[in-house]
């Protein structure tokens, strides 16, 4: 089968550093996407990754190890806006499908 | 502006009853796709159409449909086949091979009565 894993919650506070992990066992692989949802919103997309290493955009980055079948995103100088679920997905193939995780909660205390 | 749209924003069903929801695109993109999200859940894909007059199954298509007439229209019927209809419906639509990167709409939440 195909199966993504993420921590279901994480807590962190204001201004901190968080890791979001994530590891995937799919049949095929093109690249892991990161994509933010708020509470009762839609998703939007944060980052892509098809090659291992580290991909900045801002306070977000995003890893990828696919020897390891593993990735993570990390949000640093967190805010209170961050808290949010937070999904990584795989493209598995030619056809362009996503595969989801089920999300990780991020809630930012003050 | 360019952007995803859907309606209703909530949607009523009753039993027996095939309800249809709209999702319109104005970015320009081939590729358009319906999930389902469950409360405390990922999104798991209904549907998807990479082209005009063309769409394949995706995850649980069972008890829904769709129809692919124009590129930027991509509607989806909840059939009286689906017993558990209700969740939160998200159309979402990418450039042709660029799956990875996908802009949603806002979102139908429906529910039976």
């Known amino acids: 089968g195909q199966s993504l894993e993420q921590p279901s919650e994480v807590t962190a506070v204001e201004g901190a550093i968080v890791q979001i992990n994530c590891t995937y066992q799919?049949?095929?692989?093109?690249?892991l996407s990161w994509y933010q949802q708020h509470d009762g919103g839609a998703p939007t997309f944060l980052s892509y990754n098809a090659l291992d290493g580290l991909e900045e955009t801002g306070r977000f980055s995003s890893f990828l190890s696919r020897s390891d079948s593993y990735g993570y995103l990390l949000l640093q100088e967190l805010q209170m806006k961050d808290s949010a679920s937070y999904f990584c997905a795989v493209n598995g193939g030619a056809t362009n499908k996503l595969i989801f995780g089920t999300g990780t909660l991020l809630a930012v205390q003050p | 502006d360019g952007g995803i749209t859907q309606s209703p924003k909530y949607l009523f069903r009753k039993e027996g009853q095939n309800v249809t929801l709209s999702c319109e695109q104005n970015l320009n993109h081939d590729a358009m796709y319906w999930y389902r999200q469950d409360p405390g859940q990922g999104l798991r894909l209904i549907y998807y159409s990479q082209i005009v007059n063309d769409f394949q199954k995706g995850d649980i298509a069972e008890g829904y449909s769709v129809s692919r007439e124009k590129k930027e229209s991509f509607p989806l019927t909840v059939t009286s086949a689906q017993k558990n209809p209700t969740a939160f419906y998200l159309c979402?639509?990418?450039?042709?091979?660029?799956?990875?990167?996908?802009?949603f709409g806002p979102g139908t939440r429906l529910l039976v009565l």
């Open positions: 979402a639509s990418s450039i042709y091979r660029d799956g990875e990167t996908q802009y």
């Open positions: 799919t049949s095929g692989f093109y690249g």
